[in-house]
């Protein structure tokens, strides 16, 4: 499954330079794959990530990378999803565009690509920067 969820810029550049290995969430996004990224504060998509493990807590994750030692402790959050490959889309998406051609808002939780193909079939075949 695909989602479409949003992140602060001080968290995707921590992504970017590989600070930060896993996403953390309190709830379960079942079957996850891939991560589109809406970074807040900037309106924009810009970032794709590939998940290639999901960790519920009590279980425990490597703790080199920022939230990592507070998930192993139970601080906050339930899940963590392991970032393997991380894509910076070439030109980004604003809101703008993004709400009038493919009626999407920015999300709250998360959004489920399957609800809005047609923007992950375009995101598909736009030119990317492979980051890792």
Do not use: W
């Not at 379960?28 to 493990?53: G, Q």
Request: net charge positive.
């Amino acid at each position: 499954m695909d989602v479409i969820i949003s992140i602060r810029p001080e968290h995707t550049k921590n992504i970017e330079e590989k600070r930060k290995n896993y996403e953390f969430r309190s709830y379960l996004i079942k079957n996850i794959n891939k991560m589109y990224i809406y970074e807040s504060v900037t309106s924009c998509l810009k970032y794709i990530m590939e998940i290639d493990n999901t960790v519920h807590y009590p279980d425990k994750i490597d703790e080199d990378g920022i939230g990592n030692i507070d998930f192993n402790n139970h601080i906050k959050y339930e899940y963590a999803y392991h970032i393997k490959h991380l894509y910076k889309l070439e030109k980004p998406l604003i809101l703008t565009h993004l709400k009038s051609k493919y009626k999407l808002s920015a999300p709250q939780k998360y959004i489920l690509g399957s609800n809005h193909q047609e923007l992950i079939n375009d995101i598909e075949k736009m030119k990317k920067i492979k980051i890792y």
